[in-house]
């Protein structure tokens, strides 16, 4: 789970270098990462940002979340294969837990 916090001036949830470059890169971490509860909106970190910095789960979620994510893919601000990518990890951690 990532934090509300900043680093270095970025949401922890928006830091590409924590998120993904660290965390997967240098730690080998394959799970799935979300946001902490109600880390993103006004004044918080951005959503497409999120998924764009590795996070792929935004909780809790709901309508301004999706909204958010589709206006962010329509604008260029998020591509789709981010997109893709963050909900194939969401959906391995579903299977696997069927499986287990």
């Given at each position: 789970?990532?934090a509300?916090?900043?680093?270095?001036?970025?949401?922890c949830?928006?830091?590409r270098?924590?998120?993904t470059?660290i965390?997967?890169?240098?730690?080998?971490f394959?799970?799935?990462?979300?946001t902490?509860?109600?880390?993103?909106g006004?004044?918080?970190?951005d959503e497409?940002g999120?998924?764009n910095?590795?996070?792929?789960?935004i909780?809790?979620?709901?309508?301004?979340?999706?909204?958010?994510?589709l206006?962010?893919?329509k604008d260029g601000?998020?591509r789709l294969?981010t997109?893709?990518?963050?909900?194939g990890r969401?959906?391995?951690?579903?299977?696997e837990?069927?499986?287990?």
């Open positions: 789970m990532s509300y916090n900043k680093i270095n001036g970025v949401y949830a928006n830091n270098e924590l998120c470059h965390l997967r890169g240098e730690w080998g394959d799970g799935l990462v979300m902490d509860w109600l880390s993103t006004e004044d918080r970190a497409a999120c998924l910095a590795g996070v792929d789960l909780m809790p979620g709901g309508k301004k979340v999706v909204k958010a994510l206006n962010a893919v601000r998020l294969e997109l893709r990518l963050s909900c969401v959906l391995e951690q579903l299977l837990k069927d499986r287990g």
